[in-house]
């Protein structure tokens, strides 16, 4: 909703549960968005459901005791409805994002959507005029891992110097997989994937990257356009060492055939490699981190209290019940798919792309 019309209704959102409608049942519904919607019913209450199959809505909206509805504008007007969870794109795109601006209705968009720089650009400004809470599902930043990481990085490591983000997975099926009752369970895309390892180096190098290069592998299987991406970012160089630019190298596979999971595993590198002033760090989601310093080895293996998804919602209902505006995550959504859109630019004209 507004920031306008959380007055009078700050108290309830705050304190109360938080009326929100579900747009499209993603392929993380089952294993992240439905435990913690069911984890939350203290600060979360599901009253639509919206998804193009219509069993499927009505089997959640079921579940839940809410209530199917056919369309995403009359899910986003509904006068009991506060807020909308976008978790799937695959069918909507970004529209569900213009109609809950148009109803002053707060977004939590844990989808992948594809667009174009122009069709980003102006959806960007069109949340940002609305005021409505928006928050982007990036969820690498809350592994435990990366926290300690950044700990480190402020306390023993130095400034990162180079960074290596890698991912390795099995290639989606041409056929739609689906889980216990029809539900859709595939994996994120290609797209949705190197996104979120964007972001990830922009957040642990805490700079923002200047340029960008990309190769890309074609695809001969499967529903995505490219099976492997390889972006190397240059990022801006840190004061105290001027001349000496961050470089981050994300590399993105799809290559494994689907079935093939154990290997996708085998001699699988570090999901993040961070090379700093004094060490070096080796993560992996969620909460495995080994770093080297002067002084040896150190293993850590870290846990959250709450499951990420859990984490996840707790913090919309954070940002929907503050006064303030935070337009921190709407920033850094579109600044990592901007990014990725200029890798993609980058891959076709075979040059390094200017990204600022």
């Not at 009505?58 to 005791?65: K, L, R, Y």
């Not at 650009?121 to 005029?129: F, K, P």
């Not at 840190?238 to 154990?262: K, M």
């Amino acid at each position: 909703m507004r920031r306008a019309d959380l007055g009078g209704n700050k108290s309830r959102i705050g304190c109360l549960k938080l009326r929100v409608g579900v747009v499209g049942l993603g392929p993380t519904w089952q294993s992240r968005h439905q435990p913690a919607l069911a984890a939350l019913s203290g600060r979360y209450e599901v009253r639509a459901v919206c998804d193009p199959v219509a069993h499927r809505a009505q089997q959640v909206a079921e579940e839940f005791h809410a209530r199917p509805i056919d369309g995403f504008r009359a899910l986003a007007f509904a006068e009991d409805i506060d807020a909308v969870l976008m978790l799937s794109g695959r069918w909507f795109g970004a529209l569900p994002i213009h109609a809950a601006c148009d109803a002053g209705k707060a977004v939590y968009c844990g989808a992948s959507v594809e667009m174009q720089a122009e069709e980003a650009s102006t959806l960007c400004d069109r949340v940002r005029r609305s005021g409505v809470a928006f928050m982007a599902e990036l969820p690498f930043r809350l592994a435990p891992a990366t926290i300690r990481l950044k700990e480190l990085i402020a306390t023993r490591l130095g400034e990162p110097r180079l960074m290596f983000c890698n991912e390795r997975h099995v290639a989606q099926p041409c056929a739609e997989h689906s889980g216990p009752g029809g539900i859709k369970s595939g994996p994120p895309s290609h797209t949705r994937r190197l996104i979120e390892m964007v972001d990830w180096c922009r957040y642990v190098a805490a700079s923002e990257p200047t340029s960008v290069q990309c190769a890309t592998h074609p695809s001969t299987s499967g529903t995505e356009e490219h099976d492997y991406s390889l972006v190397t970012l240059e990022f801006e160089p840190d004061a105290s060492a001027p001349g000496r630019p961050v470089l981050a190298q994300i590399a993105c596979g799809g290559y494994v055939p689907s079935g093939w999971t154990e290997a996708a595993a085998f001699r699988r590198a570090a999901d993040l490699q961070v090379v700093c002033e004094r060490g070096i760090a080796f993560l992996d989601l969620p909460g495995s981190l080994v770093w080297f310093d002067e002084a040896g080895q150190h293993i850590e293996s870290l846990q959250d209290e709450r499951p990420l998804g859990e984490q996840l919602l707790m913090q919309f209902h954070r940002s929907v019940s503050s006064l303030v505006l935070r337009p921190s995550s709407l920033e850094d959504a579109f600044r990592a798919m901007g990014i990725v859109l200029a890798a993609q630019r980058s891959a076709k004209s075979g040059q390094r792309t200017d990204c600022r």
